[in-house]
Every structure is written in C-alpha cells, then in structure tokens.
C-alpha cells in the first residue's frame, strides 16, 4: 500500500533558526514528489516537483531535496511569513488514472 | 486569470439535509478531484474524474456524490448518509498530459453541521 509520512507533525522554529522538515515514502512506481504549503482557511499552494533521487530545487529560503526513499524541505533563516502547514505527496499512475497522495503534514511556527 | 473557485466558502447543514459544494476552473483541466481535510488527517479522496461524464469513486466516497456534466465544473453533493460532514472540503484540477505542477487547488469551502 502506497504511504507517505512527514515528519514532524509540529515545529517551533525562532527566526533565522535553520531547519528540515522530513517527508518518507513507499509506493511503486514513483513519478514524481510535490511540496506544497497550505495557509490556514485556505487551499495548498505548490510549492516544488522532484522526480529523481539526487534532484535539488530551490525557492527563496526553501530547498527541496529526493533521494530513494524521502525526501526533505530545508529551511534557511526562516521569517514568521514561512509560517504554514508543509505537504509532502507522491505521484503514482495505476489503472489508467493518475492520483496524488499525500501526507498528514508539518505545522511550521516561526516565532519572531 | 485562471484559477478554480470553490462556493460558498462557509455552509452550514442542518441534520438530515443534502448540501452542495460548488467548484469550477477555467484552466482547460481535463481531471477534477475532492477531497476532505480532518484536523490531524491529511488530505483524503471523496471523489475523481479525468473526463466529461465520468468518474471514480476515491477512499472515502460513501455518503457524497458528485457530477461532471461540464469539463469547467466538478460539484460535490453531501447527503444525508454522511454520518459526519463538518469538514474542509477541497476541490482540486490537473492537465492529464502534464502533471509537473501536480494539482492546482481551491480555496475550499468548510462545512459545519448545526
């Protein structure tokens, strides 16, 4: 069964206190892993595609990285403004159709 | 611009009742998705299409409905056979030629029982 866990479930962060949120994942056939952010009230913004082990992206203070088996988001002297909920989920093709799935996410708090 | 857009953005259900959800997009999306959001739950799928006048039930799909007579509108029906609607209810569309971007998202509509 296809999974995706992200880790942790809550970080506090103060400003400019660097970090990594953790996004692990088992499914067959992996076509591709998307970063997204979600604002409280609101829909999920896209944020990154990966699709290789070894794949970097980068944005703003934000770089996404892949390797076989998770990927994580670094975050770089974080500013309250990054303050949201980050979704991990995985692309896979089965039957015809193409469906995301995702994780449960990770609330990030950056303190002034 | 281009986007999709979810009505109304607040409803609320008295026992017993069907509601729908409105979402529409004019991206030229072939593929439209539902799905809910519980606190602490994720994201999880109601319902999909890929095409006009079809679609697929996802892993929750007991207790809602949908329709896609048009390419532009997915809307989604609760009925009264969903034991526990209050939720955030997110629609979403993607190009099935291209998905680098993944999906593009809503701006959801909450749902609250009363």
């Known amino acids: 069964e296809d999974q995706v866990t992200q880790s942790p479930e809550a970080l506090r962060l103060q400003e400019g206190e660097s970090s990594s949120l953790n996004c692990s994942y088992t499914v067959s056939g992996l076509r591709g892993l998307f970063w997204y952010r979600q604002d409280p009230g609101k829909g999920p913004e896209f944020l990154f595609t990966l699709y290789s082990a070894g794949e970097e992206k980068e944005k703003e203070r934000l770089k996404a990285t892949l390797t076989k088996k998770e990927s994580f988001l670094h975050i770089t002297a974080p500013k309250p403004e990054d303050s949201a909920t980050y979704l991990c989920?995985?692309?896979?093709?089965?039957?015809?159709?193409?469906?995301?799935?995702f994780g449960k996410g990770t609330k990030l708090t950056v303190n002034p | 611009d281009g986007g999709i857009t979810q009505s109304p953005k607040y409803l609320f259900r008295k026992e017993g009742q069907n509601v729908t959800l409105s979402c529409e997009q004019n991206l030229n999306h072939d593929a439209m998705y539902w799905y809910r959001q519980d606190p602490g739950q994720g994201l999880r799928l109601i319902y999909y299409?890929?095409?006009?006048?079809?679609?697929q039930k996802g892993d929750i799909a007991e207790g809602y409905s949908v329709s896609r007579e048009k390419k532009e509108s997915f809307p989604l029906t609760v009925t009264s056979a969903q034991k526990n609607p209050t939720a955030f209810y997110l629609c979403a569309s993607s190009r099935s030629s291209d998905f680098n971007y993944g999906y593009t998202f809503g701006s959801g509509t909450r749902l609250t029982v009363v």
């Open positions: 299409s890929q095409i006009v006048n079809d679609f």
């Open positions: 989920a995985v692309h896979r093709a089965q039957g015809g159709s193409e469906k995301l799935v």
